[in-house]
C-alpha cells in the first residue's frame, strides 16, 4: 500500500461567480475547473500525462452539466486507467472526493490522482434552495413537515451546549470574531473585513440562539488537490504532505438519535478522530492546527471537544481566551472557516485540505503558523452524525 | 384519553406522505392519539414507526399508543425559512425527549417573539389539525 501525498493544490477564491439565469455572457463551470487543473497540477511540478484518476466533488443539481467528471475527461483530453467518478454526501462531499481520490493512489491504480470538485449555487435564493436542502437534513415525512432547515439542528445543539455547559451565546459569538480575523490574512477568503463581538451579536437571528454571522453564507467555489504516492513526491524535490492518517465513523442516526444521548457529544468526530490519531500513532496534542467543517459557531466548538483540541463543555471558553486563534494554543480554521473563508457546501472539505497544505508547506503568508507539521481536518454528515478525520504531515 | 386537538385554517406547507404501513399513525393522530411500533421480539419503540424494527431487524412490529409528554431537549426558532415555509415564519421547532425513552423532534407551540422556554420544561404533544390533515407539535404543559 502506498503512502499518499498532496503535491499541488488549486482553489478558486469563494464568493458569487454563478451567472444569473439569462446573463447575456455566463461563467461555465467547466471553464474554471479546467484552468483550476492545470494550476494545480503546474503547482505539483507534473504534466498531464502524470494524471491517471479523477475523483469529483459533484455539482450542485443547478450545474447545467451533467456527469461533470466524464464530461470533464473529455474537457481535459484525459485518459485515465484509474477510476473517473463523481462522489455525494451532503457537506462530505468534498471529504469523499479527496478520500476516494487517495484510496486510488493507496491501492496502486493511479500514481497521481486529482480530488477536485466546483461548486455553484448562489444563482439560487437561499430560500429556494433551502426548499432542497430541508430534505437532505431530516427525514421528509417526520421532519421536514415541521419545517427544520440544515442549521436549525446546529441551532438547538447551541442551546442545549449553554444549556448543559453554562456557555453562552457571547462565548460562541467569539469564534465568529476569531474566524474572520483569520480571514482578513486569507486572499481567498469571501468576508475578510474585520468584526466585533458587538458587531455579531448585532446581526440578525436566523436560527436562534445564532445570528447571521454566526451561520454559513453561501458561496461559490472549486478546487482542485493533487495527490500522489509518496515516491512521486520525493522524485518532485518539493515541499509535501503526507496523509499520516484517516478515520471514519457514522453513527447509524440522521440528525437526532431516537434514543435519547448527549447530542452536543459528537460521537462520530470523537470516534473517527481517535481512529485518525491512532492510524497517524499521534494525539490530539501534537497538532499544530486544525482545519475543521464547522457550518455554524457551534459546530467548530463542539467539533472541536470531540476531536480533543478542548476540553469537554470548553470549546467556546477556548475561542474567549484567543487559544484557538493564530498564535494562540491550537488554531483552528486559520481559512477563517466556513462563516467567514465561505461555504460552497460540496467542494468546503476540499477548501479545508487546501488550507492545510497552504499551511504544511509554509505558503500561508500572514496567517502561517509557525513550524506547523501536523494537522487535523474533519468532515461531517447531517448533524455530525458521521465524520471523517486526517491527520497531515509536513513533508520537505 | 385524547390529546388536544388544535384547529389549524391552512394546509400543510409539507404534506408527509402516507404509505399502507404509516397509514394508522396518522389516522390515529387525527383521532388524537400518538402511536408508533414497538418490537415484539427486543420490545424496543422506534420512533417514527417502522415496519422493521431498526434494534434487531425483527418485522414482528407491533403499534402502541405513547403518553405524549416528555421533557424538552433543544428547541430553536427559524427566521430564515425555506420558501415553502415562508409565510409561518418565524418557526419555533424542538428536539422532545418523551416519557418513554424516544427523542423526537417537532413544532414547538410557543409566542417566536417571546425567549424560549427552558430546556428540561416538561411538555406534552398535541394535534395540528390542519385542512388536509394532521400534523403535531409540542407545547408546555400548562400549569394546573
Known amino acids: ?396 | 384519553m385524547s390529546l388536544p386537538i388544535l384547529s389549524i385554517a391552512r394546509r400543510r406547507a409539507f404534506p408527509p406522505r402516507t404509505s399502507r404501513f404509516t397509514a394508522p399513525f396518522w389516522e390515529s393522530l387525527a383521532g388524537g392519539a400518538l402511536t408508533t411500533t414497538a418490537c415484539a421480539r427486543c420490545e424496543k419503540l422506534t420512533f417514527p414507526p417502522k415496519p422493521i424494527c431498526p434494534h434487531c431487524w425483527s418485522s414482528d412490529v407491533r403499534w402502541i399508543e405513547l403518553s405524549a409528554k416528555g421533557l424538552l431537549y433543544a428547541a430553536t426558532v427559524i427566521h430564515a425559512a425555506p420558501a415553502i415555509f415562508s409565510d409561518e415564519a418565524p418557526i419555533p421547532v424542538c428536539v422532545v425527549d418523551l416519557a418513554e425513552g424516544l427523542r423526537i423532534a417537532t413544532r414547538l407551540l410557543v409566542n417566536p417573539d417571546a425567549p424560549l422556554p427552558a430546556l428540561d420544561t416538561p411538555v406534552e404533544i398535541v394535534v395540528l389539525a390542519y385542512e388536509d390533515g394532521p400534523l403535531f407539535a409540542a407545547r408546555p404543559i400548562p400549569a394546573a
Open chain 1, 1 to 396: 500500500m502506498a503512502e499518499v501525498a498532496i503535491i499541488g493544490t488549486a482553489a478558486l477564491p469563494v464568493g458569487k461567480h454563478q451567472s444569473p439565469p439569462g446573463s447575456d455572457l455566463q461563467v461555465l463551470e467547466h471553464e474554471v475547473m479546467a484552468r483550476l487543473v492545470t494550476e494545480a497540477v503546474t503547482d505539483a511540478g507534473l504534466s498531464k500525462e502524470d494524471v491517471e484518476a479523477l475523483v469529483f466533488a459533484q455539482c450542485r443539481p443547478y450545474t447545467l452539466q451533467k456527469y461533470f467528471s466524464t464530461f470533464m475527461a473529455h474537457y481535459l483530453r484525459l485518459p485515465c486507467p484509474g477510476v473517473v467518478m463523481e462522489v455525494l454526501g451532503n457537506g462530505m462531499t468534498g471529504g469523499y472526493a479527496f478520500d476516494r481520490a487517495a484510496d486510488e493512489v493507496r491501492l496502486g491504480r493511479a500514481k497521481v490522482a486529482l480530488a477536485l470538485g466546483i461548486n455553484f449555487e448562489t444563482a439560487i435564493s437561499a430560500a429556494e434552495h433551502a426548499n432542497s436542502s430541508m430534505r437532505a437534513t431530516g427525514d421528509v415525512d417526520f421532519h421536514t413537515p415541521f419545517g427544520f432547515t440544515p442549521i436549525s439542528w446546529y441551532a438547538m445543539d447551541a442551546a442545549r451546549y449553554i444549556h448543559d455547559h453554562g456557555s453562552s451565546r457571547e462565548a460562541l459569538a467569539a469564534v465568529a470574531v476569531k474566524n474572520r480575523a483569520h480571514a482578513a490574512l486569507n486572499p481567498i477568503a469571501q468576508f475578510r473585513k474585520p468584526i466585533t463581538l458587538a458587531d455579531v451579536l448585532g446581526q440578525p437571528q436566523i436560527v436562534s440562539p445564532l445570528g447571521l454571522f454566526e451561520v454559513p453564507p453561501r458561496g461559490d467555489g472549486a478546487v482542485c488537490l493533487v495527490l500522489a504516492s509518496e515516491a512521486v513526491a520525493k522524485a518532485t524535490g518539493r515541499p509535501y504532505v503526507l496523509i499520516r492518517g484517516r478515520g471514519y465513523h457514522h453513527e447509524g442516526a440522521h440528525q437526532i438519535s431516537e434514543i435519547p444521548n448527549d447530542m452536543t457529544a459528537f460521537l462520530a468526530p470523537q470516534t473517527a478522530g481517535a481512529a485518525a490519531y491512532a492510524d497517524a500513532g499521534v494525539t490530539a496534542a501534537d497538532m499544530d492546527l486544525a482545519e475543521i467543517y464547522a457550518p455554524c459557531t457551534i459546530v467548530e466548538v463542539l467539533a472541536s471537544e470531540a476531536l480533543g483540541l478542548a476540553p469537554r463543555g470548553r470549546g467556546a471558553q477556548a475561542a474567549v481566551d484567543g487559544e484557538t486563534r493564530l498564535g494562540g494554543r491550537i488554531p483552528i480554521c486559520t481559512s477563517g472557516g466556513l462563516q467567514s473563508r465561505g461555504h460552497p457546501s460540496y467542494v468546503t472539505p476540499l477548501y479545508s485540505v487546501f488550507e492545510l497544505a497552504e499551511q504544511l508547506r509554509g505558503r500561508a503568508g500572514d496567517r502561517q503558523v509557525a513550524n506547523a507539521r501536523l494537522a487535523v481536518t474533519s468532515c461531517e454528515l447531517g448533524n455530525y452524525n458521521a465524520a471523517l478525520v486526517h491527520v497531515l504531515e509536513a513533508k520537505s
